[in-house]
């Protein structure tokens, strides 16, 4: 099987499988106090599926590689994410009291820190075996925007105030399908680019 195709098919799998906890957390615990930290803590369990997910592939081009320290580092990035991400809704009524340029300037660099996020967790593993790392955030970072901007050109027309939980969860779920095949294919590019062909797969020993 290709690297490619190897690579997003796994990430796309345990980007959903990982997507669908934060997704159950957000929906039942909708505008409570304790939704932000519910949802980092779900956050961990995303990302770190996710980071499971491409170790996997990965570990068989970098035998070399720590598997522990991707799959920490991008659960703890996805971690970061969701709180980059939640807190402008979060704090609404403190930052809105705020002149309009300070708001502006804080969600640009909430935007940008929270789309490098986890692929600036992966690269600090990354540049331990690969020259030329840091293009992996420049890849990732494209990778999510496009998945979450098809997410919520999916999703927000369809979530309506009102709806039961089993249809907001599945809304969803279908939005975070697109988004993880979106992420993983758009991430698969992107390893294959940085790879190239200076790192074939190790050869599978059989007992």
Not at 81 to 108: H, K, N, R
Not at 178 to 206: D, K, N, Q
Request: net charge positive; glycine share 12%.
């Amino acid at each position: 099987m290709s690297l490619l195709r190897d690579w997003t098919v796994s990430a796309t799998a345990g980007e959903f499988v990982g997507f669908l906890v934060p997704a159950v957390v957000g929906a039942v615990l909708f505008d409570s106090a304790a939704a932000l930290p519910a949802l980092m803590a779900a956050g961990v369990v995303e990302g770190s599926v996710l980071g499971w997910s491409q170790a996997r592939v990965l570990r068989h081009r970098l035998p070399a590689m720590s598997v522990r320290r991707w799959v920490l580092g991008t659960g703890v990035a996805a971690a970061c994410a969701y709180l980059l991400g939640m807190s402008p809704s979060t704090f609404y009524e403190t930052w809105s009291a705020w002149p309009v340029a300070i708001p502006i300037a804080l969600g640009v660099l909430f935007g940008v820190a929270l789309l490098g996020s986890i692929g600036v967790a992966q690269w600090l593993e990354l540049r331990r075996h690969l020259p030329r790392a840091g293009r992996w955030i420049v890849w990732t970072a494209g990778a999510w925007l496009a998945g979450l901007t098809l997410f919520l050109v999916v999703c927000t027309p369809l979530w309506q105030p009102g709806q039961p939980l089993w249809l907001t969860v599945a809304i969803g779920a279908l939005g975070g399908l697109l988004m993880a095949f979106v992420t993983a294919l758009v991430t698969g590019f992107g390893i294959r680019h940085l790879l190239g062909t200076e790192h074939p797969a190790a050869p599978v020993v059989r007992a």
